[in-house]
């Protein structure tokens, strides 16, 4: 969700009116997520490298974070929505966390959609997470598969990203779910997250479906 600082700077706010409005595109995503049936979502919230990011923001950051989960718990239950956190909670700050926990606790038996918060996360750290727990479990190296390793990632057992929508014109995958993302499709736009409408995202998902995804295979494979 990127450009919420340069969005607010072009209009000579400060960056957390930048934040404040993010939030709001945030809040109005996932509710067109849910409206049109897409089982899950994952919101790169905050990442490892966020916290070289002034104290002031970071603080700033946290505080609308539990500020959203309270007010937002009530309309997660409605809709039947989990929550589910990708990241270290350890380093959160403790409100936020304590938000977050009971966020977590209280959607753990919502079924209708998953949303992912991506918090205190990094796809590298993610892959050498998984890499300790498999060797503290002393596998053999013979019985080591991809679905073995994947179980010990955040995201578990969930379904790979097929869409990873980049927002505010940045062309790279920032440390994003590297394992995941191996065969998503990318979908670009220079417009700034706090402008990136219902309408934006739909966009998006057409064309995304207009795309024929091949997974290493040919044309003619694909047309058997």
């Known amino acids: 969700m990127d450009g919420n600082g340069r969005w607010a700077s072009r209009r000579g706010l400060a960056r957390s009116e930048g934040h404040r409005a993010g939030v ?4 109005a995503i996932v509710v067109r997520c849910r409206e049109i049936g897409l089982p899950c979502l994952t919101l790169y919230t905050f990442s490892k ?10 603080g700033f950051l946290f505080d609308l974070l539990a500020s959203f989960l309270g007010k937002e718990l009530p ?19 403790f409100a936020a966390r304590q938000a977050l ?9 919502n079924t209708s959609m998953l949303l992912n918060l991506a918090i205190n996360y990094s796809g590298r750290e993610e892959i050498l997470r998984a890499c300790r ?8 190296p013979e019985e080591l598969t991809e ?11 969930q ?13 790279r995958l920032s440390n994003y779910l590297l394992f995941q993302a191996a065969y998503a499709e990318f979908y670009f736009t220079e417009t700034l997250w706090p402008d990136f409408t219902p309408a934006e995202l739909d966009r998006a998902l057409v064309d995304f479906a207009g795309r024929q995804r091949r997974f290493g295979q040919t044309e003619e494979q694909l047309g058997d």
């Not at 490298?49 to 970071?58: F, H, L, S, Y």
């Not at 727990?133 to 053999?140: K, M, T």
């Not at 679905?147 to 057992?157: A, D, S, V």
């Not at 379904?159 to 062309?171: A, M, V």
């Open 49 to 58: 490298e966020n916290w070289n990011r002034p104290a002031e923001e970071v």
């Open 159 to 171: 379904p790979d990203p097929d869409l990873i929508i980049r927002t505010s014109g940045e062309l």
């Open 101 to 109: 926990k009971l966020a977590l606790k209280k959607t753990a038996r």
């Open 75 to 93: 309309t997660l239950m409605e809709q039947d929505i989990r929550l589910t956190v990708l990241g270290e909670l350890s380093a959160v700050p």
């Open 24 to 27: 709001e595109s945030a809040r």
């Open 147 to 157: 679905e073995r390793f994947r179980r010990h990632l955040y995201t578990g057992e």
């Open 133 to 140: 727990r498999l060797l503290a479990e002393g596998l053999p």
